[in-house]
T-cell receptor, first 112, second 115 residues
Framework: QKEVEQDPGPLSVPEGAIVSLNCTYS??????FMWYRQYSRKGPELLMY????GNKEDGRFTAQVDKSSKYISLFIRDSQPSDSATYLCAMSGNTGGFKTIFGAGTRLFVKA | KAGVTQTPRYLIKTRGQQVTLSCSPISGHRSVSWYQQTPGQGLQFLFE???????NKGNFPGRFSGRQFSNSRSEMNVSTLELGDSALYLC??????????????FGPGTRLTVL
């Protein structure tokens, strides 16, 4: 079993839809939770960064962390064609120090 | 502020050769992490350096090695290349201290093809 599970999709939605992306994890030592966006042939770009449980909002993006369920989510409101990319969840914590584990990434397509 | 730069951007090698990839972090960042990205395995952690010291490494064979210089620039080396080493190699930099480590900024990657 992988430490971090993420459905690779692809996920296709119409423009303006609310998108929900999720990851589950098995290691309760994870404390830092990140979401990255990666466009084709580019490096990942940090979107959201949260510590421990709770919600964090930034514009159209909301990140949620539920440590009791070992489940994290990223919501994208009013999705745009420019949001079409691969979204990767990532986690780190007291797992032997300074090591980030990434999910497989979910490929998102937003249709105009 | 300039971002993370990686050189070269593309590389073609043959089996058995060795390769060295370079990464220049964002100015002021002291932590550099290296990742391998493939369609089948996704993004996998190779190793992380802070102030010229390797603080952690992933589950890769000893053919994969790295180092960091006093100016925080980093190199990774792969010896005796295998076909399965074909991948996008990404480097990420961060401040490196505690929580600051987790805000990583990635470079564009080096795409290595092994023939």
């Amino acid at each position: 079993q992988k430490e971090v599970e993420q459905d690779p999709g692809p996920l296709s939605v119409p423009e303006g839809a609310i998108v929900s992306l999720n990851c589950t994890y098995s290691n309760s030592a994870f404390q830092y939770f990140m979401w990255y966006r990666q466009y084709s042939r580019k490096g990942p770009e940090l979107l959201m960064y949260t510590y421990s449980s709770g919600n964090k909002e930034d514009g159209r993006f909301t990140a949620q962390v539920d440590k009791s369920s070992k489940y994290i989510s990223l919501f994208i409101r009013d999705s745009q064609p420019s949001d079409s990319a691969t979204y990767l969840c990532a986690m780190s914590g007291n797992t032997g120090g300074f090591k980030t584990i990434f999910g497989a990434g979910t490929r998102l397509f937003v249709k105009a | 502020k300039a971002g993370v730069t990686q050189t070269p951007r593309y590389l073609i090698k043959t089996r058995g050769q060795q390769v060295t990839l370079s990464c220049s972090p964002i100015s002021g960042h002291r932590s550099v992490s290296w990742y391998q990205q493939t369609p089948g395995q996704g993004l996998q952690f190779l190793f992380e350096y802070f102030s010229e010291t390797q603080r952690n490494k992933g589950n890769f064979p000893g053919r994969f090695s790295g180092r960091q210089f006093s100016n925080s620039r980093s190199e990774m080396n792969v010896s005796t290349l295998e076909l399965g080493d074909s991948a996008l190699y990404l480097c990420a930099s961060s401040g490196g201290l505690a929580g600051g480590y987790n805000e990583q900024f990635f470079g564009p990657g080096t795409r290595l093809t092994v023939l």
